[in-house]
């Protein structure tokens, strides 16, 4: 998305401390509150988990291995603990004592670690670091773990419930060759659920498709009907559970949602959560890795006035993100996170979508996919769009004046237009389309979906936004180039958009960049960073936090930093680079550290000092 000014919180946004009470739309209320407290109050135990408030109450030897010292960077913030790389026998320690609370079915120790090393074999742990909690040792990592970047590890102690312990991190180091073990954002987290933590990284449910049927008012601001999704589980541990991501709930409140969902089928809908933008749903029995399941449910849609992404701008409705889509779990467990207009928070895998929009045939209905019309009655039509591996699905309606083309490449373009946008600028914006998805397809892969539809009106107030094969945007060349590369950098490689939005938004306008001829010679220029703990790897959480410095930072010195990555590698290897990338993350998802050791692997130049200098982290 291409932001402008940031607007106001909806009313969704505040909302979060009634949400507890909700039940679905036909679910009766409890009558009142629960007679007895929560048997676990989740929570973060340990104290100070980035070393950013001194040293207390963490416990050290020597009294440097907490610092900011230049040789290794952090995680997050500013401070770090760094463990052993003297290249001589050594014994460093970090510790801290944690209250662990009784009644909490699942306490997590989470830790961020970075190894570096000099020593050459591929068989022998010359130097380890334990992790402790007492007397018991939960981990043993060695010079063998060796890694580009930092890598979260977490480990289950569930069993320490209840109990004052010491957590305890030990360095030991043999006479020669440094090891260096690094640790940041060390957290202990717990909670009074009865599911244990994933016990491995595959991101689950996989492979969803999912069938919807909806029919229109005569405006196309409400929609109702019905929506299934089948998905399979890929992880080794069972899967009990999904959640539905009801986003655009955020667009209004709990006691009024945009999104309703009812009637379930294949599963029971339980508690909606993260201001009614969340909806759990049991599965009937846990499913084991490999099998698959469905789930249903009848879906009410009402478009607020507005327009937004999700809104209507007079007679010309915009359905961006109302499709309920599953959420995903990975080791980190089940991201929920919250709405946030800033930017985006959509995470999710690439789907198969058969979308039918029963509508009045005076609204032309441009959508994701491949799009057929076909008669309906009593002055209706229905359109039937198709996609295969997207992330999402959006439509639009209304009374548009539609232009339509074909790129040099071969690839259908259609652009629709609301009242007031003059042929000229709607033809400027085709024109536009056509040369900017050529231009990103011959630096990263063939465009693999089909037409492509840009529905224009310079009343949206966050400039553009991208979803696969469809995309809103102002008259506006390089907005609408740099929406269309967001069906590479987003669309085709995938990304956790709120933990990690350079990995979209700065990609795509470095990519927007190559297409218009720009070589961001004058980049840094102006550059001022705000605070240590500001970092072009930094997740929408710290953004909504200080958003006047979102768009500076992430798109700015994101692009800028991919830039100077260009001149180090140079132009043909950066090209090999991406375009391989783009290749081996292909409908998957791509993470910070994966990119950052795809670069490493291009180059034989160390990255490290670059990394740290860009303050790119991760």
């Not at 060349?477 to 709120?498: N, P, R």
């Not at 391989?580 to 160390?606: L, P, R």
Request: glycine fraction near 10%; charged fraction near 15%; aromatic fraction near 10%.
């Amino acid at each position: 998305m291409r932001t402008t000014p940031h607007k106001a919180l909806g009313a969704g946004a505040l909302t979060v401390a009634a949400v507890a009470a909700l039940v679905l739309p036909g679910t009766p209320a409890a009558a009142g509150p629960a007679s007895a407290p929560a048997a676990c109050a989740p929570a973060q135990v340990i104290t100070d988990p980035g070393f950013e408030n001194g040293t207390s109450p963490w416990t050290q030897s020597p009294s440097t291995v907490i610092t900011s010292r230049s040789g290794q960077s952090a995680h997050g913030g500013s401070s770090y603990a760094w463990l052993d790389g003297a290249g001589s026998t050594r014994t460093d320690t970090l510790g801290q004592s944690v209250t662990i609370p009784s009644g909490c079915a699942t306490a997590t120790l989470g830790f961020w670690l970075h190894t570096d090393t000099a020593e050459t074999t591929t068989s022998v742990a010359y130097d380890k670091l334990t992790a402790k909690i007492g007397s018991t040792t939960l981990a043993t990592y060695s010079n063998l773990d060796e890694n580009t970047g930092y890598v979260h590890k977490t480990i289950d102690v569930s069993s320490f419930a209840g109990q004052t312990v010491n957590l305890s991190f030990t360095g030991t180091e043999d006479s020669s060759l440094q090891t260096s073990f690094v640790l940041d954002d060390i957290t202990l987290d717990t909670s009074g659920g009865t599911t244990p933590p994933p016990a491995d990284s595959t991101r689950t449910p996989a492979t969803p498709a999912y069938t919807v049927n909806l029919s229109s008012d005569t405006s196309g601001t409400v929609w109702t009907g019905h929506e299934s999704a089948t998905f399979t589980n890929a992880s080794a541990t069972a899967l009990s559970e999904v959640y539905l991501r009801l986003w655009d709930n955020y667009h209004g409140t709990c006691d009024a949602m945009p999104v309703k969902v009812s009637n379930v089928t294949g599963g029971s809908a339980g508690a909606l959560s993260v201001a009614c933008t969340a909806l759990k749903i049991d599965l009937p029995s846990p499913l084991a890795q490999g099998q698959s399941a469905t789930i249903g449910f009848d879906l009410g849609i009402t478009v607020p006035s507005g327009a937004d992404r999700f809104g209507h701008d007079g007679a010309f409705s915009f359905v961006g993100n109302a499709l309920p889509v599953l959420a995903v779990r990975d080791s980190a467990g089940w991201h929920l996170d919250p709405y946030t207009d800033n930017g985006e928070s959509f995470y999710s895998l690439a789907a198969d979508f058969k979308v039918t929009l029963d509508h009045p045939t005076s609204l032309l209905v441009p959508a994701t996919g491949t799009s057929t019309e076909t008669p309906g009655s009593n002055g209706r039509t229905v359109t039937t769009a198709t996609a295969a591996k997207v992330r999402d699905f959006a439509w639009a309606a209304g009374p548009f004046t539609k232009i339509s083309g074909t790129s040099a490449a071969g690839v259908p373009v259609n652009v629709y237009s609301v009242s007031g946008i003059s042929s000229s600028s709607a033809q400027s914006m085709l024109s536009t389309a056509k040369t900017a998805v050529d231009a990103h397809a011959a630096r990263f892969g063939a465009y693999p979906y089909g037409e492509l539809d840009a529905v224009i009106d310079n009343n949206y107030w966050f400039g553009g936004m991208e979803y696969p094969g469809f995309v809103l945007d102002l008259v506006s060349t390089t907005a609408l180039t740099h929406e269309i590369a967001h069906q590479w950098w987003y669309g085709i490689v995938g990304d956790d958009e709120y933990t990690s939005p350079w990995l979209d938004e700065a990609f795509t306008d470095y990519a927007t960049d190559l297409a218009q001829g720009k070589t961001g010679s004058n980049c840094w220029s102006s550059v001022s960073w705000a605070s240590s703990t500001e970092k072009i790897t930094n997740s929408m959480a710290y953004w909504d936090a200080h958003s006047s410095r979102y768009s500076t930072v992430v798109y700015g010195y994101g692009k800028c930093a991919l830039h100077d990555l260009r001149r180090v590698l140079g132009d043909t290897a950066m090209a090999k680079l991406l375009k391989d990338y783009a290749s081996a993350h292909w409908y998957g998802v791509s993470t910070t550290a994966e990119f950052k050791a795809a670069a490493q692997a291009a180059t034989s130049t160390d990255l490290t000092s670059f990394w740290t200098q860009h303050r790119i982290d991760g």
